[in-house]
């Protein structure tokens, strides 16, 4: 419990992550879109939208953090190819971008488009 509360002490006091936890940011926001045919319903963590780009970013507490966004976990690719997905289609004129914040480091990592967008394609809807 201590080591957690630290963690999210150290995610809130970060300075390089001041921007995630701006007031004109979303927080939890529900989704529901299409995926492969099929209803998706999720949470984001954190949505930033400004006039061009929207950014969906997901908190992890994964006792390991990958070294590099190709080294992110596949069930986790997928989860963001389905956040950007439905962020593509509500809003089809905007850039996308997908990160993950890293509690354990208190670090942002930007994930490859091309990379969720594959991961999204693999995911297998019953």
Same mark, same amino acid.
């Given at each position: 419990p201590?080591?957690?509360y630290?963690?999210?002490?150290r995610?809130?006091?970060t300075?390089a992550l001041?921007?995630?936890?701006?007031p004109?940011t979303?927080?939890e926001?529900p989704?529901?879109?299409?995926l492969n045919?099929?209803t998706?319903?999720? %949470?984001?963590?954190?949505?930033i939208? =400004?006039?061009?780009?929207?950014? &969906?970013?997901?908190?992890?507490?994964?006792?390991? $953090? #990958?070294?590099?966004?190709?080294?992110t976990?596949?069930?986790?690719?997928?989860q963001?190819?389905?956040?950007?997905?439905?962020?593509?289609q509500?809003?089809?004129n905007r850039?996308?971008k997908a990160q993950?914040l890293? %509690?354990?480091?208190?670090?942002?990592? =930007?994930?490859v488009h091309?990379d &969720?967008s594959?991961?999204r394609?693999r995911?297998? $809807? #019953?």
């Amino acid at each position: 419990p201590k080591d957690a509360y630290d963690e999210a002490v150290r995610v809130l006091t970060t300075p390089a992550l001041a921007p995630v936890f701006a007031p004109e940011t979303l927080a939890e926001v529900p989704i529901v879109a299409d995926l492969n045919g099929a209803t998706m319903k999720g %949470t984001i963590d954190r949505l930033i939208v =400004d006039d061009d780009t929207i950014t &969906v970013i997901d908190f992890k507490s994964n006792a390991t $953090v #990958p070294a590099t966004p190709g080294d992110t976990p596949e069930g986790l690719l997928r989860q963001m190819g389905a956040y950007v997905h439905a962020m593509e289609q509500i809003y089809p004129n905007r850039t996308i971008k997908a990160q993950i914040l890293w %509690t354990k480091t208190a670090k942002l990592m =930007d994930l490859v488009h091309a990379d &969720v967008s594959a991961a999204r394609k693999r995911v297998i $809807v #019953p």
